[in-house]
């Protein structure tokens, strides 16, 4: 069964940097695809970034050049790096996982793995 567990969150003012961290558990086969979506209070969640094992990786336009997604297989944990961070980045971000994907994708239907979130708040 696979886990996932989020960390990093916190309190920030614009313009710094923050790492979100995923500690994952569970994967039995190498094809696999992991993502950071974020959401607002009442809204639906919405994708950030998304990677495959094979580091694979995409992006929604407005944090392009800004976030960067990555996988270390390793250590089994994903990783969110957030810079230049905006009020507007605001949220509670979740990492989440497909089991048996090759391609990375932003479709949050397709994640069928979440983990409990973890708050980011971006001050002015």
């Known amino acids: 069964q696979v886990q996932l567990e989020e960390s990093g969150g916190g309190p920030v003012k614009a313009g710094d940097s923050l790492t979100l961290s995923c500690a994952y558990s569970?994967?039995?086969?190498?094809?696999?695809?992991m993502g950071w979506f974020r959401q607002y209070p009442g809204t639906e969640r919405e994708a950030v970034a998304g990677?495959?094992?094979?580091?694979?990786?995409i992006y929604i336009d407005s944090v392009k050049g800004r976030f960067t997604i990555s996988l270390d297989s390793a250590k089994n944990v994903l990783y969110l790096q957030m810079n230049r961070l905006k009020p507007a980045d605001t949220a509670q971000y979740y990492c989440a996982a497909i089991v048996g994907c090759t391609r990375a994708t932003l479709y949050r239907n397709a994640y069928s793995v979440w983990g409990q979130g973890t708050q980011v708040t971006v001050s002015e």
């Open positions: 569970g994967f039995i086969t190498d094809h696999y695809c």
């Open positions: 990677i495959t094992g094979e580091r694979q990786a």
